[in-house]
């Protein structure tokens, strides 16, 4: 800041010199540098800076067109109509020149404050005291109203100008002193850092240090259930999102997985939020000699990869008792299906091959294929705490193995060539996808099965693309969850697939919709808003009279209520109760259910 204020004082004490050796020069021609002046130093601005930033424009177009005086209303025409503008102020220089602007409904007041020779000058700096009864203002509140610009006087403007040039030689000594004293400012602050830090890093060992512990220190703080060994991921209070890694040769990368082109390394992270690489090191609890950072450093993505898919192809089918099935409720029948969803004997995961888009040089021409880039692990007991056994804000569901892509599914004996595929289905979870083929009776032959794993990267991006020219005959199926994040998922690749149709659950995924569905006793194909709603309100009911009447009901009504309650089996409503609370009603019903139980407990030892 210390360093922009500084060049703004020199071109304004170049720009002052200039017009004090030409001080024969026309109004006209000054008036270009007077406004060159004002404009380059105005420091505070609020929401009329947009109108405001036209006024050089306008007077001086329109000076050399002999049309100021129209320019001067057109401007403050603008001023008038810029969106919120109240109490705007700008300031020239400290005292050297001021216009102020306030606005009351319709009215405007603008009080233009300049420099004169009729202002006091104490200790080297200029006052704004009159002396007797002298007029030390040029323009003294200018006050009109939108239709009413007629009011305004150019030639008071033009006088101001006048005023400006007589005193020119006295504002020259007052800009060089406040640049001086910037100078030893910034003097003073070198030598207290250079006692801060011992060793100032060059760029070459800044981009080493460990980025993540640097913006720990600067507010960011890691969302734990979406960081691995080799990525952590951090956000803010203002949402800023990045992923963080350890390359191989010690650099530490970044990439924000909502913005491709926010991504690099410590320099590119601050040039893309307006600020200086030193200016994360200037925090005084920071010393880069002892920062240490968790991430673990990737060899290559190639070396990763390979292991990943090596681990993976060493893996059985999934089988027939799997979590999918017992937990999710997923068909046995439509597992058998995919030779290509495997199994972690150890712990039981899930795993589902990724692919990333890779180019090859065939002849004189380029070929594209989709190739395993690695696997994603669906684990049958997400984790809760890390290997130090601190708690995770929110339990690790999957994990990601090799790099990154789009998971892909095709079942045994499907199509060969994509243009033969009838659909595809995109979801959040390969789960969700399985999940959305069983609710709507897919053709697994024709389908592809696909999943971003809840984010789109822009590998992902490119095997969308992939997928949308190649597969020119599918019915493309965006099957986001139905929150505000799928919806902005559902836009981001509606960009790359104009043509995809969304298709959204009824309640929060389609993997809650088979699950809570098949709990109500429904089969897949009878799934719906009205059938599972039904039930749910029916029960919801029935416990809202009982909670209700209970203390008012003879005994033997009681006891019939009670036993027509515990028929609907409570345990099971209480198993799915935090997927379906979100439902209208449903919050409430528990809430008396929990009341309802403790009544007839009570009731129950009593009469032991």
């Known amino acids: 800041m210390q360093k922009e204020r500084e060049e703004k004082l020199k071109g304004q004490i170049k720009t002052l010199k200039e017009i004090s050796a030409k001080k024969s020069k ?13 404009y380059s130093n105005i420091y505070n601005t609020t929401r009329g800076w947009e ?22 209303k057109e401007t403050l025409n603008a001023i008038t109509k810029a969106d919120g503008v109240k109490n705007l102020q700008l300031a020239l220089y400290k005292n050297m020149c001021s216009l102020e602007v306030s606005k009351d409904k319709d009215e405007l007041t603008i009080n233009i404050l300049p420099l004169s020779s009729k202002y006091k000058f104490e200790d080297g700096k200029i006052g704004s005291q009159r002396q007797g009864n002298d007029e030390a203002i040029t323009l003294k509140n200018l006050t009109f109203h939108k239709n009413e610009m007629d009011k305004i006087n150019y030639k008071n403007f ?16 007052l800009v060089e002193k406040e640049l001086n004293s910037i100078k030893k400012e910034e003097v003073k602050s070198k030598e207290i850092n250079s006692n801060k830090v011992e060793i100032q890093p060059n760029k070459q060992n800044l981009i080493e240090l460990p980025l993540d512990e640097i913006l720990i220190k600067n507010g960011y703080y890691e969302k734990r259930n979406k960081s691995s060994r080799n990525y952590k991921t951090l956000t803010n209070d203002q949402d800023d999102t990045i992923i963080i890694s350890r390359q191989s040769n010690g650099h530490y990368l970044y990439f924000n997985p909502n913005d491709d082109s926010d991504r690099g390394n410590i320099y590119n992270f601050t040039k893309n939020r307006g600020i200086r690489a030193n200016d994360l090191l ?30 993976y192809k060493n893996l059985e089918q999934i089988a027939e008792n799997s979590f999918l099935t017992t937990a999710r409720k997923i068909s046995p029948e439509i597992l058998k299906e995919f030779n290509d969803l495997k199994q972690d004997n150890k712990y039981g995961n899930a795993v589902v091959p990724s692919y990333i888009c890779k180019n090859y040089s065939y002849k004189d021409s380029e070929i594209q294929l989709l190739i395993q880039a690695g ?30 892509g789009l998971e892909i599914l095709k079942a045994n004996d499907s199509q060969k060539n994509l243009k033969d595929f009838k659909n595809i289905v995109i979801c959040e979870s390969m789960i969700d996808t399985l999940s959305y083929c069983e609710l709507k009776g897919l053709n697994l032959k024709e389908t592809l099965l696909c999943s971003t794993n809840g984010q789109i990267t822009s590998s992902q991006k490119e095997v969308f693309k992939f997928l949308n020219e190649k597969a020119v005959n599918a019915n493309i199926i965006l099957g986001f969850d139905n929150d505000k994040k799928g919806k902005e998922f559902d836009v981001i690749a509606k960009e790359i697939i104009p043509r995809a149709t969304t298709d959204k659950a009824i309640l929060k995924d389609f993997s809650d919709d088979l699950v ?8 897949a194909n009878e799934i719906s808003k009205e059938s599972l709603t039904k039930p749910l309100n029916d029960f919801s009911k029935k416990v809202e009279y009982l909670s209700k009447k209970y203390e008012f009901l003879e005994p033997q009504a009681k006891h019939e209520r009670v036993k027509e309650l515990f028929g609907y089996n409570i345990p099971k409503f209480k198993d799915i109760a935090p997927k379906i609370q979100p439902l209208a009603g449903m919050r409430d019903c528990f809430k008396r259910l ?7 407990s009570n009731e129950y030892s009593r009469r032991i």
């Open 26 to 38: 026309s109004q006209k021609e000054v008036i270009k540098d007077y406004i060159g002046i004002f």
């Open 51 to 72: 109108a405001i930033n036209k006024f050089p424009e306008y007077i001086y177009k329109n000076v050399n067109e002999n049309k100021a005086e129209n320019a001067f």
């Open 158 to 173: 033009t006088k101001e100008v006048d005023n400006f040039i007589k005193n020119i030689d006295k504002y020259i000594p």
């Open 282 to 311: 200037s925090s005084e609890n920071i010393d880069i000699n002892k920062l240490k950072s968790s991430v673990e450093s990737i060899t290559t993505i190639s070396q990763s990869s390979r292991k990943a898919i090596e681990n």
């Open 375 to 404: 696997s994603i692990s669906y684990l049958s007991k997400p984790l809760t705490q890390d290997t130090q056994g601190k708690l995770y804000d929110k339990p690790i569901k999957q994990l990601c193995n090799g790099s990154k």
């Open 516 to 523: 809570i569905g098949k709990t109500l006793g429904l089969k």
């Open 594 to 600: 929990k009341l309802l139980e403790n009544k007839i």
